[in-house]
């Protein structure tokens, strides 16, 4: 299978039929997982490139091309590499193209990631970009609900948390809205989806509503995807202190509700009571479990 892109950059780059052969290929490592001789990828090189904190997205990465048979190399604290000298990202791209095969960078701006990959000649992966995109993490996010629910098609889907800074939430929306979902988005008003992304579903015809009442809304979910309130792009320390702890997802809220499955890509820090970790419901270990399946996935794909 070839995509039809070099670059990863943007959710809205995948298609229902590139969803649909990334979980096919995601499923087959999923089923040889106890396999220790795979040379899909014998000999190539991975570069991860992290200018922000990571820890499921690059031990991921890395393990999956380890998996395959290759090797990597990586920069774990960005600042460390001549972007501390002012190197320009287009720049870094140009040159990690001789030294790698392929890719993944993490970094805190907006649009970085579209820079680096300028005048590379190799794939590049955006592993998040500001609160922009971070289209692999809704390739994961799909393949859990695939698995755990068996379709991804006509599913009520709520995401709570933080609406207006998660890059993952706006990756999965732009991907499950080819797929009919249903959305509610459950939030405190501070923290809303962005006007782009809210024209972005009117345009496509999705049905969604914005509300801030969670257990109202939880009887009618499928699923319910909770992301951490992202202190780190708040201009104002006060304005997060007051907001961080809105919502808080108890085991009485969703322990009577065995059909739904709650998701989050993790890190979570109190959005969630530990007591919901032991719940059946509770599926976002095996999500970041399913991570390295479908970035096995990915990179092969993306090498081919
Ligand atoms: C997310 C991210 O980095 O955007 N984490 C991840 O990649 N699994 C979510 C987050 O940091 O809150």
Redesign the pocket.
């Known amino acids: 299978m070839k995509l039809s892109f070099k670059h990863l950059i943007n959710a809205t780059q995948l298609t229902v039929s590139h969803v649909d052969r990334l979980i096919e290929k995601a499923d087959k490592y999923y089923e040889k997982r106890n396999a220790r001789n795979c040379k899909d990828l014998d000999g190539h090189i991975l570069a991860t490139l992290f200018f922000?904190a990571?820890t499921?997205?690059r031990f991921s990465f890395e393990s999956a091309m380890y998996r395959l048979g290759g090797h990597v190399v990586s920069l774990e604290q960005g600042l460390s590499s001549s972007a501390k000298k002012g190197e320009s990202l287009s720049d870094m791209g140009r040159i990690m193209s001789h030294y790698a095969d392929i890719v993944v960078i993490?970094h805190p701006d907006s649009g970085s990631v579209d820079a680096f990959s300028k005048y590379a000649t190799i794939p590049i992966i955006n592993?998040?970009d500001g609160a922009n995109q971070?289209p692999t993490?809704s390739l994961v996010d799909l393949y859990t609900i695939y698995k755990e629910k068996g379709t991804l098609s006509n599913l009520k889907i709520g995401f709570l948390g933080d609406l207006k800074y998660?890059?993952?939430v706006r990756s999965l929306v732009t991907l499950l809205k080819q797929y009919s979902s249903t959305f509610s988005f459950i939030s405190h008003e501070s923290l809303v989806i962005s006007d782009a992304l809210r024209q972005e579903l009117q345009e496509s015809g999705s049905s969604f509503v914005e509300t801030r009442d969670l257990k109202g809304t939880l009887p009618d979910l499928d699923i319910l995807y909770v992301?951490?309130v992202?202190e780190e792009r708040f201009e104002s320390k006060a304005v997060y202190e007051t907001v961080k702890n809105e919502y808080i997802l108890k085991r009485e809220d969703v322990h009577d509700m065995p059909d739904l499955t709650i998701l989050h890509?993790?890190?979570k820090i109190n959005e969630i009571d530990e007591a919901v970790d032991f719940l059946p419901q509770a599926k976002y270990f095996k999500q970041?479990e399913y991570g390295l399946y479908m970035r096995m996935a990915l990179l092969n794909t993306m090498l081919q």
């Open positions: 922000e990571s499921r997205t993490r592993a998040g971070h993490q998660g890059r993952t992301t951490r992202q890509p993790l890190p970041a």
